[in-house]
């Protein structure tokens, strides 16, 4: 029953910003911790910000300084603001996130699992 949406990517000029967001929902109970990986071409998907429940942080070395993670628990969202956007930043971004839920058909049963959600592009021109 759970799900994540991605919205705010596409086009932006190197030096440009953007900001992604990704919303659960569906029969949750509690959100955990939440983050965005990305994947380029030819490229493995990787980690590129998380955000606990405790709000703790962690960035690939190659955005510190200018992205930052946060979230909003009333919504169930969370947040990626692309600052100084570089060409290398290229790719589909991806949500994750560790939710426990109610189980599908089940009106009891507590399910808890990592849900992905199913991607935005976000493109940097030199």
């Known amino acids: 029953q759970v799900q994540l949406v991605e919205s705010g990517g596409g086009l932006v000029q190197a030096g440009g910003s953007l900001r992604l967001s990704c919303a659960a929902s569906?029969?949750?109970?509690?959100?955990?911790?939440m983050g965005w990986y990305r994947q380029a071409p030819g490229k493995q998907r990787e980690l590129v910000a998380r955000?606990?429940?405790?709000?703790?942080?962690d960035y690939v070395d190659s955005v510190k300084g200018r992205f930052s993670i946060s979230r909003d628990n009333a919504k169930n969202t969370v947040y990626l603001q692309m600052n100084s956007l570089k060409p290398e930043d290229t790719g589909v971004y991806y949500c994750?996130?560790?939710?426990?839920?109610?189980?599908?058909?089940?009106?009891?049963?507590?399910?808890?699992?990592?849900?992905w959600g199913k991607g935005t592009l976000v493109t940097v021109s030199s």
């Open positions: 994750n996130a560790e939710i426990t839920s109610v189980e599908t058909g089940s009106g009891y049963r507590k399910l808890r699992r990592y849900y």
């Open positions: 569906g029969s949750i109970i509690s959100v955990d911790s």
């Open positions: 955000i606990s429940s405790l709000t703790r942080k």
